[in-house]
């Protein structure tokens, strides 16, 4: 976005609304800002006159957090060039800075060493860097000279994403080993060897990362004070005949894993809180603690045994989703949680009559129990064991959530109406429900007579709020 189009656009609507609002803030601001600063001035001569406005008074410290507010490094380069004061924020008041392909689509078509020269230039004139995005996997960069980036930063830098490509690898652990560093994200890299302590570092993001079994428990020994950590597609090699990971960290409160395979997983933390698994196939999964848990999350996991050791008796949050293990085997691992307060099993599939969820023993076992979310791909007759079941109430329930996953029949419509008659207190219905393209007449017949069984379900209950949700 160049001056002309600005000038050009003063007269023509269509070309002044089809400008970027950033592009044209960037463009314009420092000619506000003189504008301003002159009237100021001028209003200030004025006798009597105190200015409380003039933006030549903001404090430098003030105007650094506000080009660090902007992020992205074009923006405040740009942003800096407005006056002197700018400038000298700009070298010694700006703590954030961040360079990203998606945001500057410009590194894609560049030959390596200009972003190189770039980024080198745009770092070297800031003093006191404390967060710093390097986002660049387009585009290979010198080892040396990303080397020097970090080694520069690596003092006062408090928070660290890092994705670029170099050949050979740069050692990220080897540069900010033993420094203040307390967040550190990186993706499509390669760990080997950990040989450093990192004091401060609390949260740690590993994405599609080549490392070891032995130095990712190396690397989580090393975090001291370690609380969240995150593992995405982890690549590991191992001459084991068994992948085998240990994770031991006793003040992690929350592990995230994403699209890994293991043979066994150990786990011992004493503080977790939050355990979170996606797209997981993990063959024997232990978990050691203290009862710490408060929430556990599962979507489309293969556990074929869990392995739980006083980890459980304080979960407050069970949210599972095409999850391998049965009913009564999960049911094993959250019994003893009196103060479950949340509860999701989705798309679970039943083929036997002893997999189905007892609803008498959801009453009695979780009596505090307020949000509850069902989803059944009914098989083998399971509505009719549904229907015949005991009839405790859930006296806490105040949203019920109920679907169907693949295809829906005439017996749904009696469920519901079942589960919502055991909840005394229930406030709010939420429907939702998988609609195939093709339809045949026998299946819009089925929906037909759903819709109409839901509708006399309002009349009865006219203080009850139902939504519906359909894919």
């Known amino acids: ?22 592009s044209f803030m960037l463009i314009i601001f420092p000619f506000v800002y003189r504008f301003w600063s002159s009237y100021f001035k001028k209003r200030k001569k ?36 407005t006056c002197s004061k700018w400038r000298e924020a700009y070298r010694k008041h700006l703590h ?24 080198t230039k745009t770092i070297f004139q800031t003093r006191g860097l ?30 660290l994403s890092y994705n670029v490509r170099t050949t050979p690898s740069v050692n990220i652990l080897e540069i900010f080993g033993g420094h203040k560093l307390e967040s550190l994200v990186m993706a499509h890299n390669s760990i080997s060897g950990v040989y450093k302590r990192f004091p401060c570092l609390k949260s740690l993001s590993l994405s599609y990362v080549n490392i070891s079994p032995s130095d990712l428990s190396l690397l989580l020994i090393a975090c001291r004070k370690i609380e969240t950590l995150e593992l995405v ?72 045994h869990l392995d739980t050791v006083a ?21 094993n691992m959250i019994s003893r949680s009196s103060k479950l307060r949340r509860l999701r099993l989705w798309d679970m599939v039943v083929f036997k009559e002893e997999e189905i969820v007892d609803m008498d023993t959801i009453a009695v076992s979780f009596p505090l129990l307020t949000h509850f979310s069902l989803c059944y791909d009914l098989r083998v007759g399971a509505v009719h064991h549904v229907l015949q079941g005991g009839s405790s109430p859930l006296e806490n329930l105040t949203v019920l959530e109920l679907g169907w996953s693949t295809i829906i029949d005439d017996f749904f419509s009696c469920w519901v109406e079942r589960m919502v008659s055991r909840c005394p207190n229930l406030k709010k219905l939420v429907i939702r429900g998988f609609i195939p393209e093709v339809k045949n007449p026998k299946k819009c017949q089925m929906l037909s007579n759903f819709t109409s069984s839901i509708v006399e379900l309002m009349k009865k209950y006219i203080d009850l709020e139902v939504q519906f949700y359909y894919e």
């Open 233 to 304: 597609g982890l690549e590991m090699a191992t001459s084991d005949e068994e992948l085998t990971v240990e994770l031991i960290s006793p003040t992690l409160k929350s592990l995230y894993v994403e699209a890994i395979s293991l043979d066994n997983l150990i786990l011992e933390a004493d503080s977790i809180e939050h355990l979170n698994m996606k797209l997981c196939a993990i063959e024997d999964f232990e978990i050691v603690g203290k009862g710490t848990l408060k929430q556990f999350k599962a979507d489309d996991v293969t556990l074929f």
């Open 46 to 81: 004025k006798k009597g006159f105190i200015c409380f406005g003039d933006m030549e008074h903001l404090p430098v410290e003030v105007v650094g957090n506000i080009l660090s507010s902007l992020g992205a490094a074009r923006d405040v380069v740009k942003a800096s060039a």
């Open 130 to 159: 404390e967060v710093l995005y390097i986002l660049i996997d387009a585009v290979e960069f010198s080892a040396a000279t990303v080397t020097c980036w970090l080694m520069y930063t690596r003092e006062k830098l408090r928070r």
């Open 311 to 331: 980890t459980a008796e304080n979960l407050e949050n069970v949210d599972i989703r095409r999850f391998s293990l049965s009913w009564p085997k999960f049911y």
């Open 1 to 22: 976005m160049c001056f002309v189009h600005i000038f050009w656009a003063t007269f023509d609507l269509n070309l002044l609304l089809r400008i970027p609002f950033e």
């Open 96 to 119: 954030t800075l961040s360079f990203n392909s998606s945001d500057c689509p410009v590194y894609r078509h560049l030959p390596s060493s200009h972003p190189e020269i770039l980024i």
